[in-house]
């Protein structure tokens, strides 16, 4: 044990300065030729895939490092039904059976969730550069309110991360690849004591810009970051276990530049330069930018967890403790030109999170099986961005350049929580859960001059612009006027006071707020809400290779408020809980002596007040982003899975998912016409408009060869492929125009992308080198279309990489 614990100490100072990590394949490879069993924690105990009676993609560490799965947005090509987008803030937005919410801010919970080993990270942004050294990843599909809590009306994504051995293991990966780009990654584990281990893996990843400006020779996409992590796994006794789990990483890569497909100027003042800006080329790499302020993220993300599993007899108690800290920078421009249309000079924010879970639960072998428990988070977030843009339409018809925007969110969450399942014969099982959960949110927004950068010239003038005060001071003498004795009655606004007014009134004239009508100021807000989610299921198993199952549920998603630039009290407006209630069954089968495995399953969604990002009607400047609530959508879907392994070398496996995502009620604004002088919404009905981020029909395939070429020698070869048919990126009546913009802008292109690896490896598994390329084909598409003010822009998703990797291990 001494002489493991040295080789441990001298694998740590040897492996650090790679700064990598290796991600190992399975430990025992399967002697037959069937298809392997498969391990998940759905329901938050270890289970094998097919004996569990609900839709869980599960994702092996072989398959990711095949597939060269580098971050989160990663698993989209891998799970039919989860999509990616890119947002302007560069906060990841994931959507699982077309449930999700397409909000940039910081402080907005998904429809998906996201955990570490059961870890929750409560904030799409902290996921970023989580995805390494994984054992595997848990795609659960559906709503998972009662086992993982709220804001998991779409479902949840775990990583399990790769865990300490009982004997000395240590690899590194080296990888070189297009752009330059460099690649080290690398692991050691193992004892320190007979009772303690030890895992440390490292990844860090630095390479040059892959966009490229189409008017200048500059590029953009360089990336530059750093992850790791420390597991510690301690048994202090036969019946008391601890597992402690440092995480961090840094990232320092350039922001995404977008792609302008279309001028949209938002006042009608003639000719100006983003008119005359020429669209990008239909090419992945292509687009623009502005050096006054270029594209770029500074994020910081730190986490310590410790989870305690006591042995009670025929009880065990379990106890997860998690405090994350994430530290936001970012800047972005976000019209798609080298202009100053609309660029975000600095977007900066901090996220500070605790998390408490404690839980009893009986043995996995019993004909009663139970879970009770108990949660609690607390969540604080902050976020200022200082906008510029002074090429904007604004500038002409205003004459203030540059702005900021701040909001504050203080959330709470409390909840309980059971589950059970009763085995009523051997082919039989029931299973019933509930959850209630208490969300509290508190809010304050605002707009108002930027404290941190000057006003900028006036481009079209030449003269210093206007700051946000003293345009919102002629604007509000000019609307309200003064008094019989000669006072505003908007009182001047003074340099960095809050432009936002309560112009709230009722249906007959009068004032919402009396105590705050015509008044300026930060805008509070408050949500208090209560829910219960639950679920029903049987499961009925005629033999051991056959499972149907039939569930019905109800999960719930918190409210939240945005993070905007608004000068009216409605814009700062949050929106209520969202609810999704889940009927669905499946089949699983193991079929031709376990050579083929096979899952099946159709589900039906009753979708309440979907939260969404539209448009509302800004009096003064038109039609600005909100928040709103679609009382009612439906969701229909079927999907398909299946591994097989024919013969010991070769495998397959596919995937696909059909959806037919619609409205079923709402009335939105479509655009805006001038009454009295001020713009007043159009509206129309978007019954049966299909959801964002909703294709038809999404597919993976893969296939694998492995054989040897000598005593000594492996060799392997692997094709993947993924797609999707076409979607839309924003909630458009099809074939029309909002604010001019016809819907078809906004369609996100169908793809078909091919990854492929090939390499030979030692018969020890003790090297390997390995030939990759991703999107091989080079397929142009594009994960998100988006109006940023003058303009229409597109995310482009990555062009053809390739490289080569070489792994070692111990």
């Known amino acids: 044990m001494k002489n493991n614990r040295f080789v441990l100490a001298a694998g740590v100072s040897l492996l650090v300065p790679f700064c990598g990590h290796a991600q190992t394949r399975p430990a025992d490879q399967e002697a037959s030729a069937g298809v392997g069993e498969i391990i998940v924690t759905a329901n938050k105990r270890e289970q094998n895939l097919n004996r569990v009676g609900l839709a869980v993609a599960a994702i092996s560490g072989d398959t990711l490092l095949k597939e060269r799965v580098t971050n989160v947005s990663d698993l989209a090509r891998l799970t039919p039904g989860l999509t990616f987008a890119p947002t302007p803030t560069s906060t990841p937005v994931y959507t699982l059976r077309g449930v999700g919410f397409f909000e940039s801010s910081l402080a907005a919970y998904p429809d998906v969730s996201l955990y570490l080993d059961q870890v929750p990270l409560p904030l799409p942004i902290m996921s970023s550069l989580t995805a390494f050294d994984l054992e595997r990843v848990e795609v659960l599909k559906g709503p998972q309110g009662t086992l ?34 460099f690649e080290a990654s690398g692991f050691v584990s193992g004892p320190l004591s007979d009772t303690l281990r030890a895992r440390l893996a490292v990844k860090a990843v630095n390479g040059d810009g892959w966009q490229k400006s189409y008017t200048r020779n500059d590029t953009l996409g360089k990336q530059d970051n750093v992850a790791g992590r420390l597991i510690l796994d301690w048994d202090a006794t036969p019946d008391v276990k601890f597992s402690l789990n440092l995480n961090g990483w840094r990232n320092q890569d350039d922001a995404q ?59 065990t108690l379990t106890s997860i403790t998690s405090y994350a800290d994430l530290k936001f920078l970012t800047a972005q421009d976000q019209d798609g030109t080298d202009l100053v249309g609309l660029e975000i000079q600095r977007d900066d924010g901090r996220i500070k999170s605790f998390s408490q879970e404690v839980r009893l639960s009986n043995g996995a072998s019993s004909g009663f ?48 929580f059971g589950n059970i399942e009763m085995d009523l014969a051997d082919t039989i099982t029931v299973k019933a859960g509930i959850r209630q959960t208490k969300a509290k949110r508190r809010y304050v927004g605002d707009t108002s001059d930027s404290a941190r950068f000057p006003i900028s010239t006036n481009p079209f003038t030449g003269a210093p612009g206007l700051s946000l005060t003293d345009f919102f001071n002629v604007i509000y003498g000019a609307i309200y006027g003064t008094r019989p004795d000669g006072t505003r009655v908007v009182p001047l606004l003074g340099p960095l006071d809050s432009i936002v007014i309560d112009n709230r009134v009722n249906p007959d004239g009068t004032p919402v707020n009396p105590a705050t009508y015509l008044k300026t100021g930060p805008v509070p807000g408050r949500l208090n809400e209560n829910s219960t989610s639950w679920s029903l299921g049987v499961d009925y198993k005629p033999s051991d290779s056959l499972l149907l199952y039939l569930n019905l549920s109800k999960g719930y998603k918190a409210g939240s408020f945005p993070h905007v630039s608004g000068a009216i009290v409605p814009a700062f407006e949050g929106v209520k ?29 009753d979708y309440r007040n979907k939260q969404l990002r539209a448009k509302f009607v800004d009096p003064i400047f038109g039609g600005l982003d909100k928040l709103v609530n679609v009382p009612k959508s439906e969701i229909k879907g079927a999907e398909i899975e299946f591994q097989a392994r024919p013969t010991q070398n070769l495998t397959f496996s596919g995937s696909a998912t059909y959806l037919d995502a619609k409205v079923k009620r709402y009335m939105g604004v479509v655009g805006a016409q001038v009454v009295g002088g001020l713009q007043q919404p159009v509206l129309a009905s978007f019954a049966g408009v299909r959801l964002p981020f909703s294709p038809k029909l999404s597919y993976t395939a893969r296939a694998d060869y492995e054989a040897p070429l000598s005593d000594s020698l492996v ?96």
Do not use: C
Request: hydrophobic residues 35%; glycine residues 10%; aromatic residues 10%.
């Open 715 to 810: 060799g392997h070869v692997g094709v993947g492929i993924s797609g999707q048919s076409s979607s839309m990126g924003q909630l458009s009546l099809p074939g029309a125009a909002a604010f001019g913009i016809p819907s078809s802008t906004y369609r996100l292109n169908a793809r078909t992308l091919v990854n492929a690896n090939l390499g030979i490896s030692s018969a020890d598994d003790r090297w390997s080198v390995t030939v990759w390329g991703k999107n091989i084909f080079n397929k142009y598409y594009w994960n998100q279309a988006i109006q940023a003010y003058d303009t229409v822009v597109r995310y482009a998703g990555r062009p053809a990489e390739y490289g080569v990797t070489v792994g070692l291990k111990m």
């Open 257 to 315: 530049a977008a792609q302008k497909i279309l001028s949209s100027p938002q006042n009608p003042v003639g000719t100006f330069p983003v008119i005359e800006y020429p669209n990008a080329p239909a090419n992945p790499r292509a687009a623009d930018w502005g050096n006054q302020n270029r594209p770029r993220t500074d994020n910081e993300f730190k986490q310590a967890s410790l989870r305690s599993d006591i042995d009670l007899g025929s009880v």
């Open 369 to 416: 099986r139970w879970v009770l428990g108990a949660n609690y988070e607390r969540t604080n977030v902050r976020q200022v961005t200082d906008l510029d843009s002074a090429d904007s339409s604004s500038t002409i018809a205003n004459g203030f350049t540059s702005s900021a925007y701040s909001s504050r969110n203080r959330m709470r969450n409390y909840a309980a």
């Open 577 to 605: 809980q969202e609810s999704v209630l889940d009927l669905e069954g499946g089949v699983k089968a193991q079929l031709l002596d376990r050579r083929l495995s096979i899952s099946a399953g159709a589900f039906y969604y």
């Open 148 to 181: 993982f809590g709220n804001n998991a009306t779409g479902g949840a994504i775990n990583m399990i991360a790769a865990k300490p051995t009982n004997e000395f293991k240590a690899g590194v990966d080296l990888s070189y690849g297009r752009f330059n780009t």
